[in-house]
């Protein structure tokens, strides 16, 4: 079985460790304990008969990406760039950020991910969809599960190639 | 004139002087800053003299309450003491003992290699004299491999791994090994440093580092320097011949064979570290 790592990563409180506690645990708390450093754990999921062990990089969020330690990120092969659809401040930083990490990292596969979807109407996602710098692949909660299972898969599909 | 007028008259003139100074007593009572005034140095006067002279009168009580207190709640007492004390003196002895190991190793080096008690006695009965010393320390104290982990760097993915006893899932052990690396690496940057071993009690984490992965050997017991080094040694000398080949292929196929090969090297004695180490011929 082959292993990959995947990083966590976009500005603090945006709902990192909720996704990775939501996906590994089946669990998610409404008490906001700010990550300190990184936390590692695995899951292995089998997709379309075959399976694939994920690595997954818990990192403690900052608000621009050139902040966080380069060697979280080596040895990556994907990166979940996570921002809050309520707070515009984690999204400003946006194009900058995937600019370094795209840099930094060349083939990874890369994914924008808009967190706390369970928090607002459809009418104010289409207005923070037409102000974000890069569209988001996929929208999520952490509270409520919803595609969070699919974003992790799909990340998984697309690595076993 | 009436007789109750009279009397009070007479009252009059004879408690004038009681009068006025019973005045001045109540006005006293009643005001709170002459009163301070007139109480504050009686008591300031008292307090001293309990200030001085409390370790006097009131030591025995004082000393009979903490017995006891100290009687009744012994028990938690320890309960709160013990852990601290017993870790302190573990890891003191176990230091300690480093210390005396390491100095044995030195005198061992010097009397011994050249030595004529060590000719002696190899020609009577056949034993290096190196050998004996090193079989002796062996058995006092032999630091002994727990768990082996070979990860790629950076991903921090584990190529291959054994363990004395399965404990926690290994695959998140090298991964979070390698992020508190990469965590400590990076936070004191020392040029190309890297880290190199992770203590806790009397338990260590040696850090191998090879291209593109690093050994990690988790040792229980106290490691004398010439141990790490000889732990490199062994380390060094197992990737060259074993994981050269195994670890072509990077997708979890050889992971059994590289564990199978791990335990023949490292865990086929019940003391610790590969044999075949020091190999100084002297004799
Ligand atoms: N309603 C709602 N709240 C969420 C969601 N995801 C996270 N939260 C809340 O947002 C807060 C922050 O979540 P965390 O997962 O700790 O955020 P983080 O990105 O890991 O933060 P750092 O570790 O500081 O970088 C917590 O109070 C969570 O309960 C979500 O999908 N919906
Ligand atoms: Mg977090």
């Known amino acids: ?161 | 004139m009436d007789e109750r007028l009279l009397m009070n008259k007479l009252r009059e003139i004879l408690l004038a002087e009681d009068r006025e100074e019973l005045q001045h007593l109540k006005k006293t009572l009643d005001d709170p800053q002459l009163l301070s005034q007139k109480i504050s140095p009686i008591l300031e006067e008292r307090l001293q003299f309990f200030k001085e002279n409390f370790p006097v009168e009131f030591r025995l009580a004082v000393e009979d309450i903490i017995d006891k207190k100290l009687e009744s709640s012994r028990e938690e007492l320890l309960e709160i003491i013990y852990p601290a004390l017993g870790q302190m003196i573990k890891k003191y002895i176990q230091h300690q003992f480093q210390l005396l190991k390491e100095s044995i190793e030195e005198q061992i080096r010097n009397t011994f290699q050249v030595g004529i008690i060590g000719r002696i006695r190899y020609a009577l009965f056949g034993v290096k004299p190196q050998k004996m010393a090193e079989d002796i320390l062996q058995k006092l104290d032999g630091p002994v491999v727990e768990e082996i982990f070979i990860i790629e760097h950076h991903s921090g993915i584990l190529l291959g791994s054994a363990s004395r006893q399965e404990t926690m899932d290994l695959d998140m052990v090298a991964g979070m090994l390698t992020a508190i690396k990469a965590f400590v690496e990076d936070a004191f940057r020392r040029g190309s440093e890297k880290l190199e071993s992770v203590q806790y009690g009397t338990f260590s984490i040696h850090l191998e580092n090879f291209s593109s992965y690093y050994i990690a050997a988790a040792i229980s017991g106290s490691v004398s320097a010439k141990e790490r080094s000889e732990l490199s040694d062994s380390l060094a000398k197992f990737a060259e011949s074993e994981l050269r080949i195994n670890l072509k292929k990077r997708d979890g196929s050889s992971h059994y064979e590289i564990k199978r090969r791990l335990e023949k090297y490292f865990f086929k004695t019940s003391t610790s570290l590969p044999a075949g180490k020091l190999k100084t011929e002297t004799l």
């Open chain 1, 1 to 161: 079985m082959i292993s990959k790592k995947i990083v966590l990563t976009g500005c603090f409180g945006v709902g990192k460790t909720s996704l990775f506690n939501r996906f590994l645990y089946q669990k998610f708390s409404e008490k906001y304990l700010s990550t300190i450093g990184v936390k590692v754990d695995k899951k292995v999921v089998e997709i379309d008969g075959r399976k694939i062990s994920l690595l997954i990089w818990d990192v403690a969020g900052e608000v621009a990406q050139e902040k966080v330690p380069q060697s979280y990120y080596l040895g990556a092969s994907a990166v979940i760039y996570v921002f809050d659809l309520t707070r515009p401040s984690t999204y400003l930083n946006m194009q900058s950020d995937l600019d370094y990490l795209g840099k930094m990292l060349k083939s990874v596969t890369l994914k924008v991910v808009g967190n706390k979807v369970d928090l607002v109407t459809a009418e104010q996602i289409g207005m923070v969809e037409a102000e974000l710098p890069h569209p988001a692949d996929c929208l999520t909660s952490a509270k409520t599960g919803e595609n969070v299972e699919t974003l992790f898969l799909s990340i998984g599909k697309e690595l076993l190639g």
